[in-house]
Each structure stands twice: as C-alpha cells, then as structure tokens.
C-alpha cells in the first residue's frame, strides 16, 4: 500500500472515529431515567455508539472513544463522569476483545455479555468509592444500596445497551464494510 492510500485510510479512520466521538458525546446528554426506585440515576445511550466503535474498530478506539466524549462532561460532573468513562471502557474493551476471536452474532452476544457484566462490577465498586466522597452517604450506605438500587439499574442499563448494540451492529458493519472501513471482515450476523 503506498503512502498516500495509508494517510487516506487514516484520514478516514480519524474522521470516522470523530464521528463516533461525536455521536456519542451528544447522546451523553441525554439522561433518561429508567429505574423508578432511584430516579436520580439516569442512563445516556452514549455507550451503545461507544460499542459499535469498539466492535468496528478495536478496543483501543472504543475506549477512545468512550473517555473522550465524556471529557467535557467532567466539568459538570467531575465524579460521575470518570465513573461514566470506566464503566464504559469495562464494557466496551472486553466486548470488542472477544469479537475479535470470533467475528461472528454469537462472539458479539458473548463479548457484550462479558462486557456488560464486567461494567457492572466496575460500576458497583466505585460506587463504594465515588459516591462517599460527595454525598453524605456513607460507604455502609452504598453497600446496602447494592442489590436493591445499584445492582438492578446497572443491569437494565447494560441490558439496553446490549440488546440495542445487536440491534444496530450488523447494520453499521455493513455500511462501514461498504465503505472499506472497520475491521469487519469476517462479520456475520
């Protein structure tokens, strides 16, 4: 390949990730909540967009794309937004690492599984961690908030973005395939 076709495709790759980031820091904006017995934890469809970017194009690009697009939400909220960039890079990496062994619907299942559970540890551990450090509540508190709030939110949050995530990869693969970009090859769905 000559340099001219590589800087190309990296040009390509960089204003797709853009693209990406983009996306997904728009969609971090917009906070839904969707557990009723704790109304003010709120889901953003951010990492759905952060979990395509990872299965197209690797884990690093993923988590790139996840810890840049919450960036300027650290100004607003500088301990959620660091808890939003792990829990999405522990969904995101582990998902993208397994699909790259098997490119197929079932390695995409798998590896949003794995991801999502691993997510929703990392979620729950610092939880124990953040949340004493700005509120009045104490790490007892949290502990006791695990299986009752912290745990079933968590697990909705991670079930739409799975299922959304499925939803919507063989479409974007296929669109990406078509352009030559991604590392799609190899994708059934």
């Known amino acids: 390949m000559s340099s001219s076709s590589t800087t190309h495709v990296n040009t390509k790759k960089i204003a797709l990730a853009a693209l990406f980031t983009a996306a997904s820091l728009v969609l971090s904006f917009i906070q839904i909540p969707i557990f009723p017995a704790a109304p003010w934890l709120m889901y953003d469809p951010s990492g759905i967009v952060c979990l395509i970017a990872a299965l197209a194009f690797g884990p690093k690009l993923g988590a790139a794309v996840a810890i840049i697009s919450w960036l300027p939400r650290v100004f607003l909220d500088p301990f959620g937004a660091p808890m939003g960039m792990a829990s999405t890079c522990a969904l995101v990496i582990p998902a993208a690492l397994i699909y790259a062994k098997a490119r197929t619907r079932a390695g995409s299942i798998a590896g949003m599984i794995v991801g999502a559970v691993v997510s929703i540890v990392v979620a729950c551990a610092l939880n124990l961690v953040v949340t004493p450090l700005y509120t009045a509540v104490s790490v007892a508190d949290v ?6 709030i912290l745990l ?4 909705l949050k991670m079930v739409i973005n799975v299922v959304a995530g499925q939803i919507l990869l063989a479409p974007c693969m296929n669109v990406l395939s078509a352009q030559g970009e991604g590392t799609v090859h190899g994708h059934s769905a």
Request: proline fraction near 20%; charged fraction near 0%.
């Open 143 to 148: 502990v006791a908030m695990i299986l009752p």
């Open 152 to 155: 079933p939110f968590n697990t």
